[in-house]
């Protein structure tokens, strides 16, 4: 079976904060903007009934209806959703191909904003309690619903005991379960100091999970002892689980640059190491991962596709696709001797005018074109004949210098 085509400006994988919002800042620069979600349009966040620390909602809100409120917002600005796995992308070169079972979707720009999941203990009964049933994996976002309560947490690295301090400000006891040997702890020395000192923590050594129970919601956590596998019931209202997380990135594997835990790497301009495709939220390498700052990521994103985009429109029709020969001038409006360079190049554009067609780039608002034309530095020079780089120089120039560089 042949598979449809559809074309589109930008595709977005993943259908969470990130991808949201950057669907809204694309949908609004009126790019044709196809999002892709293989589960529930929201992601992660609607797995949680409270969110408290997202700004604009000093009441709260839940995760769904939060989520909602972004869905429909990129509806408005035209953005159009498709529910399926993405199953393979091609990302090389000016067109990118998105693949699922039915379509290939081309695209000039992919965000890509799959998010990530916790990793699990794979213990009996897991699946039962998941997220607002008790088991939680977001200190940040539940410790409040704890406060008075008992709770276990699960693992000994940095973030579960950093994450199991902040919890002994709510809850009445945190019970950290620890695989390891009286005193022997994954984190750093500091954090299991305090930890240690802490009164409202209790550690339970030489233990890994065996079962969740409860009815309906948890309310018990069965430890097994790795050393005579005796068996700990312990009761707790809740259970977070920090041992790690999985970024949602199989499919980029050898397409994009990971890091070793295999989260994408992206610049401060959630630009990936590929040409055209960016990466927002949690998928991506970064020190927090929340709705606040997947907004922010997908934002950016957003507004890099729109940027990426005018640049591949003026640098194919405009530079390399001109008629004419072409000397490009790259500059910064900010630095006097670039300004001082306007006079000599405007009068060249002036005398060649019908011979050679001239193009001022701004690096400061289009580094992207500086780029492409492989110019690191400004004031540069750069001629273009037929389609092709055929000279460039750096530095401050004069008419004669115009003249013999495009061969006039
Ligand atoms: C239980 C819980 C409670 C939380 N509470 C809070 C809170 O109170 N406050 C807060 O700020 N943060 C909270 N967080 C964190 C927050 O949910 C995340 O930081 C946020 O959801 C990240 O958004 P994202 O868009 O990057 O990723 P996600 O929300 O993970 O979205 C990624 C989306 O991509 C989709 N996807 C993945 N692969 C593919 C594919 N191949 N094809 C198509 N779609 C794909 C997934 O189905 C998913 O919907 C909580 C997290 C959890 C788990």
Redesign the pocket.
Known sequence: MDKKVEQYDVVI????????TAGIYCGRARLNTLL??????????T??N?????PGFPEGST?LGLMELFHKQAKKFGVKFKL????GVSLEGEKKIVETFRTNYEAKVVII??????RLTGAKNEDLYL?DKGI???A???AAANTGKTVMVIGSGDAAIEEGMFLTKFADKVIVSVMHDEGIMDCNEIAKGQALANPKMEFIWNSVVEEFAGDGHLNEVVLKNTKNDSLIRVPVDSCFLFIGYLP?TE?FRDVIELNRPGYVITNEKMETNVPGVFA????RDKFL??????VG??AIAGYGAEKYIAESEIFESQIMGSELPGIVFLWNAVMPECRALLPVIEAFEEKYKGKIKVTKVDIYKSKGLADRLEMDEVPALVYIKEGKIIKSRKGSFTETDLEELSAL
């Open positions: 994988i993943g259908g969470g904060a990130a991808g949201l892709i979600e293989k589960s529930l349009v929201g992601g992660l966040a797995y949680t409270e969110i408290e620390n997202y995760g399926t796995d993405v199953k904003a799959s998010g990530g999941k916790p997220y939680s994996f977001c940040t976002c539940d949602n499919l927002a939220g949690d998928v991962k929340q709705v606040a700052t997947a990521d997908g």
